[in-house]
């Protein structure tokens, strides 16, 4: 079983600031990068993806990093507010005959007001 | 919100009970895969169902099954329930494996409770 490793388990930023989720994976024939982000109760919402032939992309206040040789990939929400308060879990997509979505463990992010 | 539907939402059985999941995938979508997320951790990858033939499997035992319908809503099958199979269920929808926008949209879930 193909595994990502994300850290932190759990982050707390006050509002305004950076919160930072990296991941790291062990194999190379991954081709699409996704986050997802979930609220209690919610199921994963995709939040922002990226492919491993650009090495940044950025949608609003979300930003994803990707530095293919070293296998890592990151997470960025600038300026943080309460309502970023949710579950953020990278994935990487597992190109068999399934095409399935290996996640990574999750990180608890709670933005203080 | 995603357009993928799924019931019930929540759901109390008992050991050696058997269940059946629900999930209608968002319009144009024929792809449907399914997730266990237990408590704190991430969705793990069940099965995928493609126009209504299985597409892939996941480290899951042979109780847990699944259908695809030919308006491409799916079913997920667990028997024999055991204390652990307690978690979110999650179903997935997406266009075609491999498409080049393949992105997997979630429903809500269902919360299997096993007593």
């Known amino acids: 079983q193909q595994q990502v490793k994300q850290s932190p388990q759990s982050l707390i930023v006050q509002k305004g600031g950076i919160s930072i989720i990296n991941c790291a994976y062990e194999n190379t024939a991954f081709d699409y990068f996704p986050w997802y982000q979930q609220f209690p109760g919610k199921g994963p919402a995709l939040l922002i993806a990226i492919r491993p032939d650009v090495s940044e992309k950025k949608e609003g206040r979300f930003t994803i990093s990707f530095n293919k040789s070293a296998k890592q990939f990151s997470l960025h929400i600038m300026d943080s507010q309460p309502g970023d308060s949710a579950t953020y879990f990278c994935a990487l997509l597992w190109m068999d005959s399934s095409y399935k979505l290996i996640f990574g463990s999750g990180t608890r992010l709670l933005v203080r007001p | 919100e995603t357009g993928v539907t799924q019931s019930p939402t929540h759901l109390i059985k008992t050991r050696g009970q058997q269940v059946t999941l629900r999930c209608s995938s968002q319009?144009?979508?024929?792809?449907v895969s399914w997730y266990q997320q237990a408590l704190g951790q991430g969705p793990q990858f069940i099965f995928q169902y493609y126009r209504e033939e299985e597409n892939g499997r996941g480290n899951f035992p042979p109780r847990f099954s699944g259908l695809q319908f030919p308006n491409y809503s799916s079913e997920l099958n667990v028997n024999a329930l055991e204390l652990d199979d307690s978690a979110l269920y999650l179903c997935?929808?997406?266009?075609?494996?491999?498409?080049?926008?393949?992105?997997?949209?979630f429903g809500p879930g269902t919360r299997l409770t096993v007593l």
């Open positions: 997935a929808s997406s266009l075609e494996p491999g498409a080049p926008a393949d992105t997997q949209y």
């Open positions: 319009s144009g979508h024929n792809t």
